[in-house]
């Protein structure tokens, strides 16, 4: 949920308030454990797609571009942010199937759902949806009073 003050006087105090869902309808969960192998301190954030850690099944680590993409197990679940120092693990849910929100997820850095795995043939949207995600557009109903 966001909160955005945008006046303040001293009888009132106006206020934006947003709420955005990623996981919409039908989600499947799975307990994991997430693991920060990218060198540097690290927020773990609702949305972000991770991939199944080949040295270490049992975790799950930040999806990066390229040919590990085929690895991806699911959409980080998580109520907040969670700060990582390098190398920590930190016990957390993934979605792992249903409807989510596409406009939501947390991909990297020049990669989207069009995005080729190479030497696979497939896109990333094809990937998550062969692991049984659908992927829908959210309509955006925002409507801020007192503007």
């Not at 190398?87 to 993934?94: K, L, V």
């Amino acid at each position: 949920m966001g909160v955005e003050q945008t006046g303040a006087t001293r009888n009132q105090s106006n206020l934006k308030i947003s709420h955005k869902h990623i996981f919409l309808f039908d989600n499947k969960y799975a307990e994991s454990i997430f693991n920060n192998n990218t060198g540097d301190t690290y927020t773990l954030k609702p949305g972000l797609v991770v991939i199944r850690n080949t040295a270490a099944t049992t975790k799950v680590i930040p999806a990066v571009s390229g040919a590990t993409l085929i690895n991806i197990v699911g959409v980080v679940s998580t109520n907040d942010d969670i700060e990582m120092s390098d190398g920590s693990d930190a016990n957390i849910t993934i979605c792992d199937g249903g409807v989510i929100n596409k406009d939501l997820l947390i991909l990297p850095s020049g990669v989207t759902l069009d995005t080729l795995i190479a030497t696979h043939g497939i896109t990333v949207g094809d990937k998550l949806r062969s692991l049984g995600f659908d992927l829908e557009g959210a309509v955006e109903n925002t409507k801020f009073d007192n503007e």
